[in-house]
């Protein structure tokens, strides 16, 4: 068999990656072959089977599309999986214009940028950086949470895995630590694009012991590999909103072209899709949690487990001809089978 490479279309995902970190093609090309695969279009088929007892079984062939990262499906339904942070509060947790006292708070806002030399990176160099960040991430939570029953109590956070414009890592994440409180103020922003602005900003012992767990420079941290940045938050239901619509927004001009947000968001897909990475990740309590904090009980905090009554059988992945030929639009494909005995 020849050894010579062939165009990224003839491979499957795991040798294109695979060429891809030996930097046998470039960003562009493997970018074309993860839209390609994105926006081509598979199905689940399989047999839902109804048990009606006592009196019928029911038996019917479907088919429904899988989403694949950054399509508008997957969107979609990232949207609805997060309805829960549109139900919250809209109230902030304290008055953020009364700038004569400290205020208190429960949740952060943490920024971090990857810090990008002035130099060629490799495939697998950038790989290598939205990796990494993912374990100075799990250092951070996992010092944090040593301190549990002496400091800050349990740990919890909603983590955004955005990028940037040149393809590295620049998540947004809410802590919050239920059990503990932040004391903050507001402050002018001194440098940089917000300033001018004023902040609200943890301060003291509490700000410099945090900072130096999320720089690495407590001993058992890991650094980021970059800035950092600590904000109070007195709106949580308003910082998840920002962070999650990174996830699932759409941003296109007048003319129907994507925006500069929407190419980034594309390119953070990417890498995402090449490192094998969530969009988001949270701890497993995070939703519950903030719920019963803030008295916010929607439907994801009230539902009781119950036996289905639904099984399925045949389960595939197919294409789009196959699925239609199982379960034809507009033909209902039914079978009604009476109770035996």
Known sequence: ???????????????????????????????????????????????????????????????????KRGCPLYKNELRKKLEWIEKLPTESLFNPRDRSKIQQTSFLFLTNSTQNFDKFYSNREKHDVWKNDSKSWNRFTTRMRQFQHKKYGPVYYWRSNEGTQK???????????????????????????????????????????????????????LPVPGFSDIQGIHNPRGALKHISKYCFGSWYDLNGQPTRKAEIQDLTYF??????????????DFTIKVQKFLNAFTDST?????????????????????????????????????WPG
């Open 271 to 284: 890498w995402l899709w090449i490192t094998r990475k969530h969009t988001y990740s949270n701890s497993r």
């Open 1 to 67: 068999m020849s050894n010579r490479l062939r165009p990224l279309r003839h491979y499957s995902q795991k040798k294109a990656r695979e060429l891809f970190l030996k930097q046998a093609h470039s960003i562009p090309l493997m970018k074309k072959y993860y839209i390609n695969w994105r926006d081509s279009k598979t199905f689940m088929k399989g047999e839902k089977w109804t048990f009606d007892k006592p009196n019928k079984i029911i038996s019917e062939k479907v088919s429904w599309p899988l989403a």
């Open 302 to 338: 009230q539902r009781l487990l119950g036996i289905s009554n639904v099984k399925w059988v045949y389960l595939r992945v197919c294409g789009p001809e196959e699925a239609q030929a199982w379960d034809p639009d507009g033909i209902p494909n039914v079978k009604e089978i009476p």
């Open 167 to 221: 393809g590295f890592p620049a998540p947004h994440t809410v802590l919050f630590t239920p059990e503990y409180t932040w004391n903050i103020r507001l402050m002018r922003v001194k440098r940089g694009k917000d300033k001018g602005k004023w902040i609200w900003r943890v301060f003291g012992v509490q700000f410099r012991e945090l900072k130096d767990m999320i720089e690495g420079k407590d001993s058992r941290a």
